[in-house]
């Protein structure tokens, strides 16, 4: 069975650092027909991509929070990392990580299965 | 980046009705299209890939059409447990975008 839990702090101060953690299970971050990404859900609002990292390593960001965001992977601990700087009230909302599946040529990328989520608070 | 739009952005609807949903993209994105249900508190959940694909595990009530920039979600004999948010996601380049939402309630 795959799954994927998010954990991390429920509350930021604004311009903190938030590190979010997704931890994986039922399947590799060494597996080529998969990565893992980041998406957010402000609340009531739409989801939003954030970044994705693949099985060898290659990342991706969304451009407007490009510079404020990091993704890294641990492939021995089940582990995918996403950090942001300057973290804002508006910044206020759940955060989802997702397996990124059907990567292969040919194939059509999805997100399944995703995570819990975890609330993200941003106030001072 | 490509832009999606869903409409309508919430509809109400009756046990047993047939519900149409379209999700239209900025740019072609051939089949590169999802959608997902959401219900209240909990994650977003995979029905269709590809456009059309039905994923393992969900209703053959539900199903999806189209290509290039016009997709249509469909439901079929809604049930109680479909009163939920539906999205659409391209997958054809990121920034991997998603639709506005579309809210299904009770009539």
């Known amino acids: 069975q795959v799954t994927l839990k998010e954990s991390g702090p429920v509350w930021v101060k604004p311009t903190e650092t938030l590190t979010l953690t997704c931890t994986v299970s039922?399947?590799?971050?060494?597996?080529?027909?998969?990565?893992v990404s980041w998406v957010r859900q402000a609340p009531g609002k739409a989801l939003e991509w954030l970044a994705h990292?693949?099985?060898?390593?290659?990342?991706s960001y969304s451009e407007s929070l490009k510079s404020r965001l990091t993704i890294s992977k641990d492939t021995s601990k089940g582990q995918v990392v996403l950090t942001m700087t300057n973290m804002d009230p508006v910044d206020t909302g759940t955060y989802f990580c997702?397996?990124?599946?059907?990567?292969?040529?040919?194939?059509?990328?999805?997100?399944?299965?995703w995570g819990q989520g975890t609330l993200v608070t941003v106030s001072s | 980046d490509i832009q999606m739009t869903q409409s309508p952005s919430s509809l109400s609807a009756s046990v047993g009705d047939r519900v149409t949903i379209t999700c239209r993209s900025s740019q072609s994105i051939t089949r590169y299209l999802n959608w997902y249900q959401q219900k209240p508190g909990q994650a977003p959940k995979l029905l269709i890939y590809a456009a059309s694909t039905l994923q393992s595990g969900v209703p053959s009530r539900f199903s999806g059409s189209g290509s290039g920039t016009d997709f249509t979600l469909t439901i079929s004999n809604l049930q109680p447990e479909d009163f939920a948010v539906y999205f659409c996601q391209q997958s054809d380049s990121t920034p991997l975008t998603f639709g506005g939402g579309t809210k299904v309630d009770i009539k």
């Open positions: 997702a397996r990124l599946s059907g990567l292969m040529f040919g194939e059509f990328p999805r997100f399944d299965p």
């Open positions: 039922g399947f590799s971050l060494n597996n080529a027909r998969m990565g």
């Open positions: 990292i693949l099985s060898n390593d290659e990342k």
